[in-house]
């Protein structure tokens, strides 16, 4: 089969501007069909970390969410909490910095709710059965909505290669114990020096796995019963037991495709995808910092299908020339901008791996509005 990717180039002119643009692909796409009075619509953004400019402007959104009432259904922007300790590691801090980033009630006229909660453990478990994941943890706020639709921004990664509409929805909306499980492929071990012996890890961890020793009263981890699961990672206060980032990038990839799946298979027939290929920065928006774009700015593109949607992005990046002055400067016409970026990571994997459990079709007809 071959899926519906809908774009809008960058023109703009006195009749029509890039927020108008952008109403029309929500509607030509089909999203709008989505969206029934009084669903509860979750809107999966990224509000950009603290001292990133890179990040989706929150004035594109605010069309989107009135289009939804205008339907009479009730919109919220959502994301999860971070692994990495930055500014969006717990709610507070995250709800913070999305204001600071202009993401206020009166700009987007939509109420914000991070997805796991306070400290991320506000997650449910998702049965899917794949090569990774039995279970994936999402949180529990992208769950509980009718609808759902995904704004990404398309960007470099140093672990991915690209992210976009799978690693927005995938690694975006996993718990922080999941987003530790997609990261790494190692258990965890605890720094005897950092612990205190809080035992909070304890609390926390589903298999019984920690213990106290008896000569310091430090926590130690039996690792016969230690599933990898990553809660007492984020669950220690103090540091203790530190984030592993070891893993492969086609795992990481093939795991944020199946936490993809654990989001989307709550609302058949109900998504819609719509992904800003502008200011496509190498690394991601989840960097204090954003470098020079590596390629001029494309436009938007919508779908139904989020693994056609990720594949024409990137699809049009790879027909660009690299920017003079950025890291894909003398970068030609048709060259893999991302294998340049990143040579270390296929990004093509990805999406393989997606197409093949299910999630959508690399094949697709692209559509100029």
Known sequence: MTAKVYFADTRANVKQNMIDKLQRLYERSGIKDIVAPKDLV??????????????????????????????????????????????????????????????????????LVIADGLTGKEYTNVEVNLKHFQEVKIGSGALHADAFIAISHLKGHELTGYGGVLKNIGMGLGSRSGKQM??????????LEKCTGCSKCHAWCPGEAIALRDEDRKSFILEEHCIGCGECTVSCPFGAIA???????????????????????????????????????????????????????????????????????????????????????????????????????????????????????????????
């Open 243 to 369: 984030v592993n980032w070891k893993t492969k990038p086609d795992i990481i990839q093939e795991k944020i495709a199946e936490y993809t799946m654990g989001v989307l298979k709550h609302y058949p027939g109900k998504c819609g995808f719509i992904t800003f290929v502008n200011n496509i920065t190498p690394e991601c928006d989840c960097c204090g910092w954003n470098d020079a774009p590596v390629v001029r700015d494309i436009g938007i593109l919508a779908s139904l299908d989020p693994v056609a949607l990720d594949q024409a992005c990137v699809d049009l990046i790879n027909q660009e020339h690299g920017l003079p002055g950025s890291r894909l400067e003398g970068q030609p016409h048709g060259s893999d901008k991302f294998r340049a970026l990143w040579p270390h990571a296929d990004w093509t994997r990805g999406l393989e791996y997606a197409e093949s459990i299910g999630l959508g079709t690399r094949k697709y007809e692209l559509i100029k509005i």
């Open 182 to 191: 997609m990261h790494s492929d190692v258990r965890p071990r605890i720094n």
């Open 42 to 111: 979750a809107i999966k953004v990224h509000f950009g970390e603290r001292g990133n400019t890179a990040y989706i402007r929150p004035q594109f959104i605010r069309r989107l969410v009135d289009k939804v009432k205008e339907q009479k259904g009730k919109p919220f922007l959502t994301d999860a909490n971070t692994l990495y300790v930055g500014s969006r590691s717990n709610a507070v801090d995250h709800l913070q910095t999305a204001i600071e980033n202009g993401w206020g009630y009166s700009v987007v006229n939509a109420p």
